[in-house]
């Protein structure tokens, strides 16, 4: 299977107005004014339709994330592997196509228990993308439009299904010397790319899944300057810093996090590697980051 690109990601809120205010104020996300409504904020960073659909409910927690395929023929092969490898899988009803602006696609779980869309043809929309803050893009040209990283105790298992089912490539592996105590075993990352040049669309870490669904999601920016007004808004507006500005040793992303309304973070980077996978061979990295990215639990 070859997977394009992450599109989409659905959040669920119980407050629709602290997301708006977030959205746009912080991140400098689009509103989108036709396709937001009183229980749907369709959140814009390019020509895509909308990257986030945030949408009333009564929980604050990630939902899904929809990943696009090439189109017909390859939507119809996803769905032979899907079968030859036991997996079960659903059409979306054309209500959900039709709200994701989508011709077609699939939806099913993974085995750490995140669901996942499988997309073709989404429509194009006329609504030009403008940063309310002024940001002059977010890199998302033939790269999807960033990442998602989960936590699992099912991480092997998981890991097989994206590199196997999926069709998932192994961009770096991280184990992480989390205890003082040398018997312990470190914890493992598997950062995983798909087909297209962004380092990793996917990522998942050894550890229970925490209550919002998702440990972050990340956007890039074109320069280091709307990195540094993301972090000036943020701070202004007392968003939790959950990480300061460091840059990964993997991605080479040089980034910051921050809490979202959801409790999941979202990282907010600049400068990421795009690797040849034809030439890549995965990489064994026992370090998060370069420098900074020191994190903070929420207090
Ligand atoms: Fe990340």
Not at 81 to 93: A, H, M, P
Not at 176 to 183: Q, R, V
């Amino acid at each position: 299977m070859k997977v394009k690109g992450l599109g989409y990601i659905l959040v669920e809120t119980t407050d629709l107005d602290k997301w708006n205010e977030y959205g746009q104020e912080v991140c400098g996300f689009m509103k989108h004014p036709e396709l937001s409504n009183d229980s749907t904020l369709c959140l814009k960073i390019d020509e895509a339709p909308y990257r986030f659909s945030i949408q009333k409910g009564s929980a604050d927690k990630y939902l899904l994330a929809g990943f696009e395929l090439e189109n017909q023929q390859a939507l119809d092969d996803a769905k032979s592997q899907l079968q030859s490898s036991d997996v079960e899988f659903e059409d979306l009803t054309p209500e959900v196509c039709s709200e994701r602006l989508i011709e077609a696609g699939i939806t099913l779980s993974d085995p750490a228990g995140n669901t996942l869309e499988l997309y073709i043809n989404r429509n194009e929309d006329k609504e030009v993308f403008v940063s309310p803050q002024g940001i002059s893009g977010f890199i998302t040209k033939n790269l999807g439009f960033g990442h998602v990283v989960y936590a699992t105790l099912n991480i092997e298992e998981t890991h097989d299904f994206y590199k196997d089912v999926l069709g998932f490539g192994d961009s770096d592996i991280t184990d992480l010397k989390m205890s003082p105590n040398p018997e312990d075993p470190p914890m493992r990352l598997y950062f995983m790319h798909c087909d297209n040049p962004r380092h990793h669309s996917v990522a998942m870490m050894q550890a229970p899944t925490p209550p919002s669904g998702l440990i972050h999601t990340m956007v890039e920016v074109e320069n280091i300057d709307d990195v540094g007004k993301a972090l000036d808004r943020a701070l202004a507006r007392d968003i939790h810093i959950s990480s300061t500005l460091g840059r990964h040793e993997n991605d080479g992303m040089l980034s910051f996090y921050m809490q979202t309304p959801a409790g999941f973070d979202l990282e907010f980077g600049y400068d990421g590697k795009q690797p040849d996978w034809e030439q890549h061979e995965t990489t064994y990295s026992d370090r998060p980051s370069v420098w900074g990215h020191e994190f903070t639990p929420p207090g």
